[in-house]
C-alpha cells in the first residue's frame, strides 16, 4: 500500500473518529422544543433567522441567498433579512408573514434546540395550535409599539390548553421605542394581568431586538437597566419537564408485525414511560395481563426502551392486541370509555355542530365520534365561559364527546400524548378540530349494553320479512311524504310490517323542543336515525321522509344500520317547482323573508352524490315513481314475488 493510501485512510479514520465523538456529545444534550408566536408581524421569523445566524448554522451558499433574497423580497432596505430564513414559503415572502409552520434545529455547546415558528394570522391559528402541540416552552413576542393584543391573548391561552408552562414574554422592536424601560414595564405588567390564571409555571420577560441582535445572544449595552438573562441563556438554562420521566409506561400499539409463524411482534413508539423484558403489561381495553419478552429494533434487542423510542414489542404469550389498543403499566392504567369531557379548538370555516358526526383520531385510534353536548364558549378577551350552541373558526370550547366504540386515553394535562386528538370532517377529510381530554364521563363507565335473549334476527324471522331502512330525501314540497305513503300502502297490502317517520309529524311528539336553525336540524335528524335504527332492530320496514338537507347527518344515519339495510331515495324536484307547488304557503312566506333558515332559500341543501335511487319526478306521476320505489326493493331483496299490475290502490 502506497503512503498516500495509507494518509488517505488515516485521515478518512480520523473523520470518522471525530464525527462518532460528536454525535456522542450530541446525543448527551439535553432537547427543548420550543415555539414562538403572537399577533402579525411581531418579529417571530426574525428572531428564528437571527438565532441561526449567530449560532453560525448558516452556510455560505445560504448567507449569499439570503442575502439576494432580502434584496428581493426584504423589508429591512440593505439589511440582511432574518425572516426569510424560515418564511419559505412564496406566498409568505410575498406578503412578509409566516403562514405554514417552519421547522428548525439548532444548538449551542449547552444544548439542543427545535424551534417551530409559527403564523400570527388568526386564519392560521389551527397552524399554530400544530407547533404548539409538542413544544416545552413558547416564546411570545410582542411588538413593543403595539402592547399586548388580541391575538397574544389567544396564542397564550391555546398554549396554556396545549399543556405549555413556560413561557418567555419577547418584548420586540425594543430599538422602535428607544429602549424604553416605562414601555417595557408596562407591556409585562399588561401581560402578566392576563395571563396569571393561566396556570404556566414560568413567565420569563425579555426586551430585545430581533432586528439588531439587541439580548438574543447575551447582554446589550442599549439595556443597560434590564438585569435578566438574555433570550439564549434563559433557553439554556430554562428547566426542562422532570415529570416526564415519571409517567406511566405507554405503549399505543401502530401495527402488528408477522412476518412469519414463529414471530408476533407489537410496532410503535413508546408515548410515556419506560419497558425492559420481563415487565408485566397490561392490553388496556380488555385488561389482559402479560409479560415482555423482547425489546426489538432494526439495530438488535434492547434492555430497556423509554419514550420516544420507536420499538417491536415481543410478549410472553398470545394475548390479543390490534392497532388502536395500548399496553400499559398494571399498577397505573389509562381510562377507556366512549364519553368524556374535552376542550376543543375549532378550525373549519363552517361551524361546529352538537350531535354531527366527525371522525375523532388519535394517536392510533380512529372512531366515528359526536359532540354530544357544547357545555360553553370560552371568551379569549376575558377567558369568561359564555353559552353557546355552536363554535366558529378559532373559538375554544368544553364539551362532551361520545364515541362509537371506547377509547384508551389520559386525561390531556399528565399524557399530552395519550390525552390528545383530532377532529375530521367525514365529508371532505379535513381536520376540523383539536381537542385535549379533561376526564372520562362517569356515565360511561356506569351504562352498559343488556343483553337480550330476543334479537334482530329473531324478530326478523317471526315477521317474516328482511328489515330496512328507506331515507327519503329532498327539498320541501318536493312529493317526498306523497311517494313513501303510496309505497307503503302498498308494503302493507303485501302483509310486510312498515312504519312511517314523517318530518312533520315527529316534530309534533319527540322533536317537539327543536326548531330549524342548522343545530337543531342535525339534533332532528340524529334523533330520527336513532328511532329508525331501533325499529330496524324490530324487524320494521322503516318508510323515513325528511328533508334532512345535510350530507354528514344522512351518513350519520347510514353508519347506525348495518350493511344493506340503508337506502336512500332522492326525491328530486327542482326549486322552482317545489316553490309553485308550496303545499303549506312555507316558499311564499320565507321568500318574504318571514321564515328564516329555511332550505332552498336561505339554508343549503346538500344534493345526494350516491344515493340507492335517484327519483326525478317532473313529468311523472306519483305511482310511476313509487314503482320505481318497489323495484329497488325487489332488487335487494326486501318484497318478493309481486305483480305490480294487481297494485290499483
Not at 175 to 181: E, G, I, K, M, N
Not at 558 to 583: K, N, Q, S, Y
Request: proline share 3%; with cysteine.
Amino acid at each position: 500500500m502506497s503512503k498516500v493510501a495509507q494518509i488517505e485512510i488515516s485521515a478518512a479514520e480520523a473523520a470518522a473518529e471525530e464525527i462518532s465523538a460528536y454525535m456522542a456529545e450530541q446525543e448527551k444534550k439535553s432537547l427543548l422544543r420550543f415555539l414562538t408566536c403572537g399577533s402579525v408581524d411581531d418579529g417571530k421569523s426574525t428572531l428564528i433567522g437571527r438565532l441561526l445566524y449567530d449560532t453560525k448554522l448558516i452556510f455560505e451558499d445560504q448567507l449569499a441567498a439570503l442575502t439576494n433574497d432580502s434584496r428581493k423580497h426584504g423589508t429591512n432596505g440593505e439589511d440582511i433579512d432574518f425572516a426569510l430564513l424560515v418564511d419559505g414559503l412564496e406566498a409568505e415572502r410575498e406578503q412578509g408573514i409566516t403562514i405554514d409552520v417552519a421547522y428548525r434545529f439548532f444548538s449551542t455547546p449547552k444544548r439542543k434546540f427545535i424551534v417551530a415558528d409559527t403564523p400570527g394570522h388568526e386564519q392560521y391559528t389551527r397552524n399554530m395550535a400544530t407547533g404548539a402541540s409538542t413544544a416545552d416552552l413558547a416564546i411570545v413576542l410582542v411588538d413593543a409599539r403595539q402592547g399586548v393584543l388580541r391575538q397574544t391573548r389567544r396564542h397564550s391561552f391555546i398554549t396554556s390548553l396545549l399543556g405549555i408552562r413556560n413561557i418567555v414574554l419577547a418584548v420586540n422592536k425594543i430599538d422602535l421605542v428607544d429602549y424604553s424601560q416605562e414601555v417595557f414595564d408596562k407591556i409585562v405588567e399588561d401581560y402578566q394581568a392576563f395571563a396569571d390564571n393561566l396556570g404556566f409555571n414560568t413567565i420569563q420577560a425579555i426586551p430585545l431586538s430581533a432586528r439588531y441582535g439587541d439580548n438574543v445572544m447575551g447582554a446589550s449595552d442599549n439595556l443597560r437597566w434590564y438585569k435578566g438573562p438574555s433570550l439564549l441563556e434563559h433557553l439554556e438554562t430554562v428547566p426542562l419537564d422532570q415529570a416526564k420521566t415519571e409517567r406511566p409506561f405507554r405503549f399505543p400499539v401502530q401495527f402488528v408485525n408477522r412476518p412469519n409463524l414463529d414471530f408476533r411482534g407489537f410496532a410503535g413508539t413508546i408515548a410515556s414511560g419506560s419497558v425492559a423484558p420481563g415487565d408485566e403489561v397490561v392490553v388496556a381495553k380488555s385488561g389482559k395481563v402479560s409479560r415482555v419478552k423482547r425489546i426489538v429494533t432494526w439495530d438488535g434487542d434492547l434492555d430497556r426502551a423509554g419514550e420516544g423510542e420507536a420499538v417491536t414489542i415481543v410478549l410472553d404469550d398470545e394475548v390479543e392486541v390490534s392497532r388502536g389498543n395500548m399496553l400499559v403499566a398494571p399498577g397505573a392504567r389509562p381510562e377507556v370509555a366512549d364519553q368524556f369531557a374535552a376542550r376543543l379548538v375549532w378550525f373549519a370555516e363552517h361551524a361546529l355542530i352538537p350531535g354531527r358526526s366527525y371522525i375523532l383520531r388519535t394517536e392510533t385510534d380512529q372512531v366515528t365520534a359526536t359532540i354530544a353536548d357544547l357545555k360553553h364558549r370560552i371568551d379569549i378577551n376575558t377567558f369568561a365561559e359564555v353559552a353557546a350552541k355552536s363554535l366558529d373558526l378559532n373559538e375554544v370550547g368544553v364539551c362532551n364527546i361520545s364515541t362509537q366504540e371506547p377509547i384508551v386515553f389520559d386525561a390531556y394535562k399528565s399524557n399530552r400524548s395519550t390525552g390528545s386528538f383530532i377532529l375530521i370532517d367525514r365529508l371532505t377529510n379535513a381536520t376540523v378540530g383539536a381537542g385535549m381530554i379533561d376526564f372520562a364521563l362517569r356515565r360511561a363507565s356506569n351504562v352498559h349494553w343488556q343483553a337480550l335473549d330476543v334479537d334482530k334476527a329473531s324478530r326478523t324471522a317471526l315477521n317474516d320479512q328482511k328489515p330496512a331502512v328507506l331515507w327519503f330525501t329532498g327539498l320541501s314540497g318536493s312529493g317526498k311524504s306523497t311517494v313513501a305513503n303510496l309505497v307503503e300502502k302498498r308494503l302493507s297490502s303485501l302483509g310486510k310490517h312498515t312504519y312511517i317517520l314523517d318530518g312533520d309529524n315527529v316534530r309534533h311528539g319527540l322533536n317537539r323542543d327543536l326548531g330549524f336553525t342548522e343545530e337543531d336540524r342535525v339534533e332532528n335528524i340524529r334523533r330520527v336515525g336513532e328511532v329508525a335504527k331501533l325499529m330496524v332492530d324490530a324487524g320494521l320496514i322503516v318508510l323515513v321522509s325528511f328533508i334532512s338537507p345535510f350530507r354528514s347527518e344522512r351518513r350519520m344515519a347510514r353508519e347506525l344500520l348495518g350493511d344493506g339495510e340503508f337506502m336512500e331515495i332522492f326525491v328530486d324536484t327542482p326549486f322552482e317547482e317545489c316553490a309553485r307547488r308550496d303545499p303549506k304557503g312555507l316558499y311564499a312566506k320565507a321568500l318574504r323573508g318571514e321564515i328564516k333558515n329555511f332550505t332552498g332559500v336561505d339554508s343549503p341543501y346538500e344534493v345526494p352524490e350516491n344515493p340507492e335511487l335517484h327519483l326525478k319526478t317532473i313529468g311523472r306521476t306519483t305511482e310511476e315513481l313509487a314503482s320505481e320505489v318497489e323495484n329497488l326493493l325487489a332488487e335487494r331483496g326486501i318484497i318478493f314475488n309481486y305483480d305490480q299490475s294487481s297494485w290499483s290502490i
